[in-house]
């Protein structure tokens, strides 16, 4: 049987990730500390025997036996992962350490969860994998952006020095069900807010892009990379290409759902990149592999969760 250990399982990819490999047959070791993931995300296979729930922090070392490794501990939204920086960089960095340590001890595949923040705010659009990236290396976002990029030239180190089995996917801004209702993500503060009748918040003058893939089309994708062949290690950028303006997003969540609510106008965050879409030639060409789902169906889904959402925590409220 396929042992395979997903870090960052109760996260919002880690979880569905989890669903899929457990729904093929797998034998899943699903590790988190749930810093920022939850045990509700995951609760539907604790009753399942292949699946395996352990509270652990990957920058402590970790001795299991596995064949895959999928490795997605790390906070992803910039509230969460500015909240405590230093842990931040740590789990990407130490994370990575122990993870490839395992790997090689092992002999086991392992996947990392990159993100397209390694481009920073870029000055090449769309973003190929052959560009180097604009990061501020002292910013509020370095912690992330920095750690990730250090994440992979470990991964790529370990694939030169030690022979290791490594996959790198750069992950572009992905949303649907199980987001954090709170971690102040644009999807999910939109849709929040949308429901509740709550100002929107535009961030800037609304006019910076992001191109936004559904979870779904995310985790084929990730598993067709780590089922791929062993000679294509990556990085290779995963993300749906079709770019939206933040002012448009909010119109189309406003229709969706229907709301009142009012477009407000906040700063800008710091380092806020302008705009981001994925050029995805090489998953295209590599893993066969496109998105299918289109933003309006993909954030029906996802107003559909957050309505169910809300609705029992207001349950438990009254
Ligand atoms: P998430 O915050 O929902 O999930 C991250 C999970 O990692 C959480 O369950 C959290 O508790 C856990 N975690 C954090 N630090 C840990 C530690 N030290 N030890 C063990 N577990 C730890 O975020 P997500 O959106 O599911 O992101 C998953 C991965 O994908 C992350 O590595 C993220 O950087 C990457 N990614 C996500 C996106 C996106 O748009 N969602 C984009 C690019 C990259
Ligand atoms: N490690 C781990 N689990 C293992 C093997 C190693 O967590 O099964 C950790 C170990 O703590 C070490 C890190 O991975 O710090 C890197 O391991 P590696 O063998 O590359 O380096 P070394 O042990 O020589 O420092
Ligand atoms: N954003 C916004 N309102 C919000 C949250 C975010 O306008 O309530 C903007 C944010 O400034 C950024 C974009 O939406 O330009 C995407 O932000 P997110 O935090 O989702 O992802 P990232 O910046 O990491 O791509």
Redesign the pocket.
Known sequence: MNKVLV?????????HLCDRLIARGDDVLC????????KR?VAHLFTHPHFEMMR????FPLYVEVNQIF???????PV?YQRDPV?TT???VH?AINMLGLAKRVKARILQ?????VYGDPEVHPQPEAYWGRVNPIGIRSC?DEG?RCAETLFFDYHRQHKLDIKVI??????GP???PN?G?VVSNFIVQALKGEDITIFGDGQQTRSF?YVDD?IEAMLRMMEGPADFTGPVNVGNPSEFTMLALAETVLRLTYSKSKLIYKPLPTDDPRQRKPDIDLVKEKLDWVPHVSLEDGLKETIAYFKKEIADNDAKIY
């Open positions: 870090t960052g399982g109760a996260g919002f990819l880690g979880s590790v988190d500390n749930f810093y920022t993931g939850s995300n652990h922090d990957v920058t490795n997605l501990a790390c906070p992803a939204s969460h842990q740590k789990t990407s994370g969860a990159s993100t397209s923040e992330y990730k750069r992950i572009f801004n992905t949303y199980r987001m954090h971690d993500r893939c995310l």
